[in-house]
């Protein structure tokens, strides 16, 4: 299920940039880069939260204080894509 795979992987204790293995740093790059190029499509992006909110499922954290990240709106490689309308 989608839900629970986006779930698994926010809810993960993040490591820092010292977590990362050289080829994922450059995947996060690029997709930053990607978006910054193209503003209208990054608009289009919502946090994980509230992709998970639109349907109809809880997020769910090892620790109830930490969420996956500020409600951003126009956020960007963390965020998953809207579906056009």
Excluded: H, N, Y
């Excluded at 698994?8 to 978006?35: K, M, N, T, Y």
């Excluded at 509230?50 to 709106?73: N, Q, V």
């Amino acid at each position: 299920m989608v839900a629970r795979a986006v779930e698994d992987v926010f809810s993960e204790v993040d490591r820092g940039p010292g977590g990362l293995e050289p080829q994922d740093a450059a995947e996060i790059l690029l997709v930053a880069r990607w978006f910054r190029l193209r503003p209208r499509e990054r608009r289009r992006t919502l946090s994980p939260e509230r992709w998970l909110a639109e349907k109809g499922a809880e997020p769910r954290t090892a620790d109830p204080t930490r969420s996956f990240g500020a409600e951003r709106g126009a956020s960007g490689p963390g965020s998953l894509l809207r579906s056009r309308a």
